[in-house]
């Protein structure tokens, strides 16, 4: 079955500081990958998205780039700052199924 | 308006008492889902339904039953609540293979 493997968290960084979260996936077929954001008591936001290899997924300055041949969407920020903070999924979806979550990465940005 | 919403945001209840979350969506979307969130966990599909008359189990649909009363509207209920469902449960909408939307969460404690 699908699944998703996500880096362990906490993150600690420093503001300004460079982001990267690695996920990478097991699938059959052809998924699509997302990246979700869930600020503190909030529900889940779509942050990213990218529906087939070598698509690169943007937003709000975060990046994601589809890699089939190392099955990852790993999320990068050049910059990050303290609004950052939040905890953050990668997901991956086929037609047939629901979304399959990583376990998610709690980010902390410090001023 | 949200395109998601739950009723109610949140809840208390005591063990052994029937429940039932409530979700509506303005999306049009056909496929509707819920999960459960445990704290500093990821989220864990319990129930999905692709259509009014398609219902499937989810990872952890023990102890959990669904209706789909029309496209819009998705509930879940437990039908007899004990304090291990204690979680932040979120209904969520998508379209085939594409990103979900989630509804704000329902935080529910059994005592």
């Known amino acids: 079955g699908n699944s998703v493997t996500q880096m362990e968290g906490p993150v600690t960084l420093s503001e300004e500081a460079f982001l990267t979260i690695n996920c990478t996936y097991t699938a059959t077929g052809y998924p699509s990958l997302f990246w979700y954001v869930q600020y503190p008591g909030e529900g889940l936001q779509l942050l990213l998205k990218?529906?087939?290899?070598?698509d690169k997924g943007s937003n709000k300055g975060f990046e994601a780039t589809y890699r089939k041949e190392t099955t990852s969407f790993h999320l990068e920020k050049g910059s990050v700052q303290v609004s950052d903070s939040a905890v953050y999924f990668c997901?991956?979806?086929?037609?047939?199924?629901?979304?399959?979550f990583g376990s998610g990465t709690r980010l902390q940005v410090q001023p | 308006d949200a395109d998601v919403t739950q009723t109610p945001r949140n809840r208390i209840t005591k063990t052994g008492k029937r429940i039932m979350l409530e979700c509506s969506q303005t999306k049009g979307h056909d496929r509707m889902y819920w999960y459960r969130q445990d704290p500093g966990l990821g989220l864990q599909l319990i129930y999905y339904?692709?259509?009014?008359?398609?219902?499937n189990k989810g990872e952890i649909s023990d102890g959990y039953s669904v209706s789909r009363q029309a496209q819009a509207k998705f509930s879940l209920s437990l039908e007899s609540a004990i304090p291990n469902q204690t979680a932040l449960y979120f209904c969520?909408?998508?379209?085939?293979?594409?990103?979900?939307?989630f509804g704000p969460g329902t935080r529910l404690t059994v005592l």
């Open positions: 997901a991956l979806s086929d037609s047939r199924r629901a979304l399959t």
């Open positions: 969520a909408t998508s379209e085939p293979g594409a990103e979900q939307f």
């Open positions: 339904s692709f259509d009014v008359k398609d219902i």
């Open positions: 990218a529906t087939k290899a070598d």
